[in-house]
């Protein structure tokens, strides 16, 4: 009997192709400082594992759809703070299980497959291309929403961006959820880096600006593990369209996707409470003031930027030549090629590390 091999389709895990680097990175005098993932390295906030360790007494199967008081949550936070209809309901709301493992279902969850277009970021998270691929959909990548020349069926937009921190303005959402419109396609807005902006304003797709008021055919998605420091449990929620939010919890109870009753307690405390999130978002702040300047003494030039934990940046060579030169000073990096389909001249530089490290970094760069 054959079969067909699914990781045989796939490209090589990106973080993979930089073990030489890290390895000379590792080897500097005074460690490596690893900037190359974008991983929460501060504590998660008392009110979260609070939460976490009182409802430890989960003898119980959860449900895919969580709880009312955690739907109730997750509604209000995006009502209050990112403007949706107020007119949105619980069948609006989906948790899931970190929104990496979204990114990368949703296009087999919404039934596309072979003989449907994913339109994805021409510099993006890799997570988008890997979703298509594992459905077997065509892919196009462009970097404006009048570029798109075809007829698709699921839309993915990331603002701010992941690698390279753009924002994309209130203009510009309108225009992706037009294109969207016209042509028939679900729109999925990836917001997990909405609440680190360090210049302009970032708005979800849901505010009743940018659709004013009707949010069909329209999907937020966003995380808890960068806002809250909860990349360890594997917590996030999807909102939207109902149609939509109502098909993807149907194929996601037959899957058995559901998030754990501890980590629904954590979530719903996390929501509760901005006074944390804005302790961090201080934090990344503190950290890019050190980082930036240092690069661009260094040679560097910043290129967006404007929001999330991640400086794009190019020295003006091919990205592998940086990643090289970034590592010769125990910096680790990830280069532009992880993000872009071909060569690049930027490295995406993380502001995940600890304040010691970032200083040691720009130290190491204006050495």
């Known amino acids: 009997m ?22 000379k990175a590792e080897s500097h005098p005074d460690g490596i400082v690893d900037l190359s993932v974008g991983t929460p390295v501060d504590p998660t906030p008392r009110v979260v594992t609070d939460a976490l360790s009182a409802a430890g007494d989960a003898h119980g199967y959860p449900q895919v759809w969580g709880t009312s008081a955690l739907r109730a949550g ?57 979703g298509a691929q594992l459905a077997g959909a065509k892919i196009v990548a462009v970097n404006e929403p009048d570029e798109v020349d075809v007829t698709p069926d699921l839309i993915w937009i990331n603002s701010p961006a992941n690698p390279s921190g753009r924002i994309l303005n209130l203009d510009e959402m309108k225009a992706w959820v037009d294109v969207a419109r016209s042509t028939g396609a679900v729109l999925a807005s990836d917001e997990c880096y909405g609440e680190f902006v360090w210049e302009g304003e970032s708005v979800s797709v849901l505010d009743e600006r940018v659709n004013g008021g009707d949010v069909t055919g329209l999907l937020a998605c966003l995380s808890m593990s960068k806002r809250s420091n909860m990349a360890g449990y594997r917590a996030g929620f999807v909102v939207g369209d109902p149609e939509l939010t109502s098909e993807l919890l149907t194929v996601r109870k037959h899957c058995g996707l559901m998030i754990s009753t501890p980590v629904i307690a954590a979530m719903q405390a996390a929501l509760q409470d901005r006074c944390h999130v804005r302790e961090q978002a201080n934090r990344y702040r503190l950290r890019r003031s050190v980082l930036k300047p240092a690069l661009e003494k260094a040679g560097f030039r910043i290129d967006h930027s404007e929001g999330s ?13 940086t990643l090289d030169r970034l590592a010769t000073l125990g910096i680790l990096c990830s280069p532009g090629d992880f993000y872009v389909d071909g060569g690049s001249d930027h490295v995406r530089i993380g502001l995940t590390a600890t304040d010691e490290r970032i200083n040691a970094a720009a130290r190491r760069l204006t050495a």
């Open 2 to 23: 054959s079969r067909r091999s699914v990781s045989a389709s796939l490209p090589t895990f990106p973080w993979d192709t930089i073990a030489a680097a890290r390895g």
């Open 74 to 130: 997750i509604l209000d936070h995006m009502k209050r703070v990112w403007g949706a209809p107020a007119s949105l309901d619980e069948t609006s709301v989906l948790p899931v299980i970190g929104t990496k493992e979204l990114v990368a279902s949703l296009p087999s969850q919404l039934g596309v497959g072979s003989g449907s277009t994913v339109v994805i970021p021409a510099c993006a998270y890799p997570t988008y291309r890997v």
């Open 309 to 321: 934990l991640y400086l794009w940046a190019t020295h003006g060579e091919d990205c592998r030549a």
